[in-house]
Structure formats: C-alpha cells, structure tokens
C-alpha cells in the first residue's frame, strides 16, 4: 500500500540524478564536519544543501532540472575521469610500467620484469630502449 501511494506520489516528479546526489554527499561531509569542528555556519549549509536536493528531487519542473544536471556533468564527468584514471593506472602499476615516447610524448604501457626491452611507440613508430 505504501509502495503504491509512494509511486503514485512520485509521477510527474523529476526524482534523483548525480547533481542530487552530489549535493547531498556533499551535505553529509559539511554535517560531519561541522559536528567535529563545532561550527554552525556548516551545519546550516548541510542543512540547506539537503533542502535544495529535496526540492530538486520532488520537483515537476523536469526540464530545468535536466538543464541544471546537464550542467553538473559537463563539468563533473571530466574530474571524474581524471579520477579514474589515475585508479586503473595505480591499479595496473603492480604488473605494467608506463614509459612516456621521447617523439610525440605518448604514454605507453609495457609489462614489468622483462628486463631491458626495446620500446616502439604504435603513434609515431619511435624506437627506444628501457629498462622494466
């Protein structure tokens, strides 16, 4: 019954995307922030900041809330993918050792342990030699 009243509730409602749930982790971090540092004006932000992800959630005007997430990932998918990057690298950096090409100074990938290898980047088709 509660379901049923909720969906019902919620049609027509823009509902959560990332801008949404950026705010309110957001939130979260100022609120326990603020318990550990004891400043107000944080709490007060936390709380306005979840208010805003309230209104943004249950809001009809879909189309200005799809403007404004729109907006959101233009800027936050590149921050990211930087992040990610730097995950699978740091990932990857047990079995793989990354060499930058001297020609054209692209970043290239070659297993670790084999000793000293000679390196052809698939870019420019510079050859060098390092050591793994």
């Not at 970043?107 to 050591?131: A, D, H, N, S, W």
Request: glycine residues 6%; aromatic residues 16%; proline residues 5%.
């Amino acid at each position: 019954m509660i379901r049923g009243w909720l969906r019902n509730f919620m049609i027509g409602r823009y509902g959560p995307d990332h801008l949404n749930i950026f705010i309110m982790i957001t939130a979260m971090v100022l609120a326990v922030v603020s318990t550990l540092t004891g400043w107000p004006v944080l709490s007060f932000l936390s709380y306005a900041l979840l208010i805003y992800a309230m209104f943004r959630w249950l809001s009809r005007n879909i189309t200005a809330r799809r403007r404004e997430n729109d907006k959101f990932l233009k800027y936050w998918w590149p921050v990211r993918q930087w992040f990610l990057h730097k995950y699978v690298r740091l990932k990857e950096s047990k079995s793989y050792a990354f060499f930058k090409c001297p020609a054209c100074k692209n970043t290239l990938r070659v297993p670790k342990g084999k000793g000293r290898i000679q390196i052809t980047c698939p870019k420019c088709g510079e050859r060098f030699e390092k050591r793994t």
